[in-house]
């Protein structure tokens, strides 16, 4: 036995492969998305990065100078801190309220709440801007009445007002899902303890239960703040311009690619964007330590007295209706004949959808065409990065799951202006066309923004997967591609294909990479006909057409991959529980 | 079926500071039935999973019927495992898990269709072909692993704590029809276990494994009369375990306890072991003498823990209606059996 031997055989040479338990298959992977992320991630965005500090020699701070001397940089910036600031705001006011009915009571507005928690993210706010207008504007449907019964008007969309009203409505849902899930994790017992110390109402709020949620809240406010503050296309629609991303997409439009302003701006979009995540990302990582503790419900629910009930319907019905004010407004605008100084459109008719059926078929295929590429490679790619990261010890890793999740704060302008100023002079072979406004690299350009979702997606099923379930297969004779076509994947299936359809209904509604990279109007695809459309008066109503044609796409798209994965779950779940 | 033995030679796993297995060399022979025993953490799993080809040792070779498969993958090894969780794929019914590793070796259409009926008619589940895992309870799904492994005809069968997942009395049942059916097809099988009855009962040897070594290999009842040392003692049933001198001739000596008539080879420091069974206690203090601390009555035994000097004596007495019982707080005396001690050193 183990005291017979006096000298230890030599160790083995175990290869380092073995040792990181990764076969060349792993390898090919690894160095397939490693080639992607780097090509079309990284070097775009350091290009932007480094052309804000370099003048042609070496590294300047003269072109950060000339932005901070430049008042109408400065005004422009204030005016995003501002108006993201403030879209915070609106969304507190409206998501805090509905988060603490939903976990502190019983009642079946909860449901409701639920759904408004969904229904503003199926539209993007540029779609619903210019319908806003005609609804809450100076001469719009709410203003018009309130002039006829009261005598005054209130300014919803003047100026910054009215981003920060479009924005603060449309996100305002990051902060309720994210607040209600870190309320309903807290362990009663937290609550039960203070109650036991003496500890109530208020006191029992403000002291303990608002504290516990906090984390979430800032999760929630932060993404809030950094999707507003890189957003390019809902001012640009309002006509708002004199905000950083705005600025950054003229000068590089009109100035030109050369132009190291639009840079600058870009190198502080990132910045910030990037902080904003990581405080996200931060507080929702304290929030496990905080509540983490079995065996305890969530907090005591109690039924409402009249009165309450009362309030809290009256304040959903706002909420809810407010929600929907860019749906309805809208569908109003597609359907109408001429809306203009009354509070609904003259008439009601159907030749804005046949106008775009008729002339706009091209963008709807294109969309398809390019998301549906850009949603295979995110899939494709989400898989593997997942199976990296949970199956092997390769090296660099997690640096690679990384940097395809931080893709998430990169603003789409950064990346388009990257992927042009990388690219452009890069000629595709045959037709001489620059490959930055190739087609192909627009589905890459939304591959790169929408593969953090796909990610998360694949991880999330792979996660579920245990790994017993691959030995098996190994054992019986299948080798790692034959395991990952035969065993993986089927069993991913669910999760992928929710993945798919995430990425695929998200970049259908993208606009700041769009605007950058189409230069022809024959191969733009959806977004970008709504924002043409949308330029012009008489084109409003083919525009909110196809609007709303790109809501239900996105809403179908959504529901069914919500339904593929509950009846994915509930397969096996009811299997499980007929045995 | 071809049968192989398989050969761990000086295998060790791990890295300096997080070493797993550390120099473990044994063979298992064709035919055999051998077992794995160990706590937690002891490296049995991992030695196992050496075996399957999941991971790489860092010294040493593993050998399947004199073939040396330390580099190769476990998808060409042809060693069938059974996993501790079953592993049964759910998005394939159950003859479409018993037919993957069939699928994987090009066997043709029909021929697989018969082998899967006859593997699943050999763990009694013939009419459950057509079955999703989910809707099995977990003694079938645990044939129906059994069956999937079995089909490959495998030249080791190696079982990953297999019964750990049902209750008491399917684990009973359940090892019975294991150790049938490996007699019946005379497979070579390593059965992974921290269950010391579970590894008594079925395994024709053991290997006794702890920080990674191995403690003792035998036959059950050899290593249950005579253990290696101290672990092992303790490890496989209850024992008596005092520190103390052997003297010349055979006498034990420790701080108020003493016992002659043990065959010990050499003098000096030293340990012994003694069964609870192999203690009578009488009411006159003989030999020995003692208080009795704790009373358990455990229906067929009464346990008695007896206080020996500073020692404390475990006791057990067969319990019959007449029988005498002592009570707390009673000076007994103590009969040692010698001949059933052993002396560790």
């Known amino acids: ?579 | 079926m071809s049968v192989a033995g398989v050969d761990i030679e000086r295998v060790s796993f791990g890295y300096e500071s997080t070493k797993i297995l550390d120099d473990v060399s044994l063979r298992v022979e064709k035919g055999e039935f051998f077992a794995f025993l160990g706590p937690s953490g002891s490296g049995k799993t991992t030695l196992l999973r050496l075996v399957a080809g999941f991971g790489t040792p860092s010294a040493g070779a593993v050998r399947v019927n004199g073939r040396d498969v330390t580099d190769t993958p476990p998808w060409k090894r042809n060693v069938g495992m059974v996993f501790q969780s079953y592993a049964l794929w759910p998005h394939m019914t159950v003859a479409k898990n018993v037919a993957f590793g069939l699928e994987r070796r090009d066997v043709p259409k029909s021929e697989i269709a018969r082998r899967v009926a006859a593997a699943l008619d050999l763990v009694g589940l013939g009419a459950y072909g057509d079955r999703r895992p989910a809707q099995l309870s977990g003694g079938q799904q645990q044939r129906v692993a059994v069956a999937r492994t079995l089909v490959i005809e495998p030249e080791v069968l190696l079982l990953d704590e297999p019964l750990s997942n049902l209750d008491a009395k399917l684990r009973v049942e359940m090892r019975q029809e294991i150790r049938e059916l490996q007699r019946k097809l005379g497979l070579t099988t390593i059965y992974v276990t921290h269950d010391q009855e579970e590894a008594n009962a079925v395994a024709d040897r053991i290997a006794v494994l702890d920080g990674g070594r191995i403690q003792q290999l035998g036959a059950p009842m050899a290593l249950y009369d005579r253990p290696a040392n101290r672990f092992v003692a303790a490890f496989l049933g209850t024992a008596n375990l005092i520190e103390g001198d052997v003297r010349e001739g055979g006498r034990f000596e420790a701080e108020g306890f003493a016992l002659d008539g043990l065959s010990a080879p050499r003098a000096g420091r030293a340990c012994v072991s003694f069964r609870p069974h192999d203690v009578t206690l009488t009411a006159d203090g003989s030999t020995l003498s003692g208080t009795v601390r704790h009373r358990e009555f455990l229906g067929g035994t009464v346990r008695y823990v007896v206080a020996v000097g500073k020692h404390s004596v475990t006791v057990d007495t067969v319990h019959r209606r007449d029988a005498r019982a002592y009570d707390v707080g009673a000076a007994v005396g103590l009969a040692i059996d010698a001949r059933q001690a052993s002396v560790l050193y």
């Open chain 1, 1 to 579: 036995m183990a005291d017979a031997s006096l000298s230890l055989p030599a160790p083995r040479r175990v290869g380092l492969l073995a040792r990181w338990e990764t076969t060349p298959f792993h390898l090919f992977c690894a160095a397939t998305v490693a080639i992607f992320l780097i090509a079309f991630l990284i070097v775009p965005v350091a290009t932007v990065v480094f052309v804000a500090f370099w003048d042609g020699q070496g590294f300047t701070l003269v072109h950060f100078a000339d932005f901070f001397r430049t008042s109408i940089m400065m005004e422009a910036t204030w005016n995003s801190i501002y108006v993201a600031l403030m879209a915070v705001v609106v969304a507190t006011v409206i998501a805090v309220p509905l988060a603490y009915f939903t976990v502190r009571f019983k009642f079946k507005g909860a449901a409701l709440i639920q759904t408004l928690g969904v229904i503003p993210l199926v539209m993007p706010p540029f779609v619903g801007a210019v319908a806003m207008q005609l609804v809450y504007g100076r001469n719009g449907s709410i203003n018009l009445l309130l002039m006829d019964w009261f005598g005054f008007r209130i300014p919803f969309m003047e100026g910054l007002n009215g981003v920060i009203f479009v924005q603060g409505l449309h996100y305002f849902p990051f902060i309720l899902l994210n607040l209600s899930a870190a309320l309903a994790n807290i362990d009663s017992a937290m609550e039960e303890s203070a109650q036991n110390l003496g500890a109530s109402g208020w006191t029992l709020f403000s002291r303990i239960v608002f504290p516990l949620a906090m984390p979430g809240y800032i999760a929630g406010a932060a993404l809030v703040f950094a999707k507003v503050f890189d957003d390019l296309a809902t001012p640009l629609l309002l006509n708002v311009n004199n905000m950083l991303a705005p600025q950054a997409y003229l000068r590089i439009t009109s100035v030109g690619l050369a132009d190291p302003m639009g840079y600058v701006i870009s190198t502080i979009l990132v910045l910030l964007s990037v902080l904003a995540v990581w405080l996200s990302l931060l507080s929702l990582k304290n929030r496990d330590f905080a509540t983490q503790q079995r065996g305890g419900g969530g907090l005591s629910k109690r039924e409402l007295r009249p009165w309450e009930k009362i309030g809290a319907y009256v304040f959903i019905a706002v909420a809810l209706l407010l929600a929907l004010s860019p749906h309805i407004g809208i569908l109003l605008l597609s359907l109408g004949t001429i809306w203009s100084f009354s509070v609904l459109p003259d008439a009601f008719t159907f030749k804005h959808y046949l106008t775009v059926f008729r002339d706009a078929g091209g963008m709807m295929g294109n969309t398809v065409l390019y998301c549906g590429l850009a949603a295979l490679i995110d899939v494709v790619l989400g898989t593997m990065i997942a199976y990296l990261v949970l199956r092997t010890k390769l090296p660099g890793r997690q640096i690679i799951d990384q940097i395809a999740m931080a893709a998430v704060a990169v603003p789409g302008l950064v990346l388009g202006i990257g992927i042009l100023r990388v690219y452009f002079d890069v000629k595709m072979p045959f037709s001489g066309e620059s490959v930055a406004t190739f087609w192909v690299m627009l589905a890459i350009a939304y591959a790169v923004r929408r593969l953090p979702y796909a990610l998360r997606s694949c991880t999330a099923a792979l996660q579920q997967l245990h790994r017993s379930l691959e030995e098996a297969a190994e054992c019986l004779g299948a080798d790692k591609s034959a395991v990952m076509r035969k065993i993986v994947v089927p069993l991913m299936a669910g999760g992928i294909l929710a993945g798919f359809v995430t990425s695929f209904a998200t970049a259908a509604v993208e606009l700041s990479a769009t605007l950058l990279l189409v230069t022809r109007d024959a191969s733009a695809p959806l977004s970008y006909g709504i924002y043409v459309y949308m330029q012009s008066p008489a084109g409003r109503g083919p525009g909110a057409a196809l609007g709303v044609i790109a809501v239900v796409v996105v809403a179908v798209a959504t529901w069914a991959a919500y339904r593929v994965a509950e009846r994915d779950r509930a397969k096996r779940t009811r299997e499980g529980a007929a045995a």
